[in-house]
Structure formats: C-alpha cells, structure tokens
C-alpha cells in the first residue's frame, strides 16, 4: 500500500536526483527503466534525512534488538553513520556501527574493518541501499562471518526491486532469506514507485515501461 511516508520517501529521492528515470543498466546486466543511485545524496540535510527514514524502519522492526550496525563498502558507510546518528536523536537509541574498507589496511592497527569490533555473539544488522543481483550480499556475508561468530537476521535497505534472483520464480530478496536467513526490510518497493507515478499522472511514458520490466523481472 502506498502510504503518505512512502510518498514522502519517493519524492525525496527523486528531488535529490537518487531516483530517476530513462533507460539504464543493473548490476545484473538487466535494461531498467528507473534507477537508485543513492551515491547522489550529497548534502548534511539529505543524509540527515535518509537516515530518519532508515531509523524509523529499524525502530519498527527491529526495537533496540540488535548490537550494531554493519555498513558495506561504500555506499553503505554513509547510511550506517547517518542511521546510527538518527537513531539516538529521535529514539534515544545508541548502538555502534562498523563498515569494512576494499582494501585492508597494512599499517597501524591493520584490518579491513573500522569502528565498532564486533564479538561473538553479537546481533548485526546491514544498513545497504538497493538489492538487485545480490552480490553484494554474497561479498557481504563471508566480512561479517570471518570478524566474529555473530547472528545476521536483519537488513535494511532503500529500495526493494522486487527482482527475480538466480531462480525465476523467487526474488533475490527471497533468496538471501533461504540462504543465509536475512529479513530484508525495505522503505519502499517497486510496486510503490509503480503506484506513486500512476497516481500521479505525470508519467504515461514511463509507466509501459515499468509494468514491461515488472512482468519480465519482477515477483510482486
């Protein structure tokens, strides 16, 4: 259903030039008719904002249940320092973050994991940005389970894609639940983006399109 924060949502990433339209290519290879580039978010006030939307999605399903954050190199180390920081100021909810770098570091401390050191036991939560192939949750996955024996029940993105993943009749985001039993939680769908320009009526280009690449990719 798309709700007025769902609205609201879309309209913020489409003014900070996160979400557009045209004809572009996944990560998967795939033709898509609308992209999310979260990467364009460049000011203290769009991140301060995003990382509301991302608390307030932790705060409703998760509580203050889990240890800390994880946000993966690179785009998802601004959205977990953004959504560390919402959490406290609009719940009161304090909880460390770590994010991972590409490269591992040789001198100092070494490592290839900053901030928080995770302990074994510990409950993380991902902070990503868009899921469509997967891969970067395959990548993700073998960081956290090297640094600590640590539980990864859930993960928060932007945007679901709702995308069929290596099996045809499941999403990806369906595989990363009966792989590596993740919960992926999303602020919006596809099907919002569908329903917000089709509510709209500003886009009768664009919506044969998204209801073809919906058909051809997607599992709603």
Known sequence: MLTEKKKEFIEFMMDSDVL???????????????????????????????????????????GEGFDCMFGPAYKGIPLAASTAAALYNEYGIDKPYFFNRKEEKDHGEGGSLVGYKPKDGDKVIIIEDVITAGTAVRETMPILQNCAKVAVKDMFISVNRCEVGQNPEKTTIMEVMEDFGINVHAIITVKDIYEYLKESGSYDEILPKMEDYMSRYCVL
């Open 20 to 62: 557009r339209f045209g004809d572009f290519v996944t990560k998967s290879g795939r033709n898509t008719p609308y992209f999310v580039n979260t990467g364009n978010f460049r000011t203290g006030r769009q991140i301060a904002t995003l990382g509301k939307f991302y608390a307030a999605l932790i705060k409703e399903n998760c």
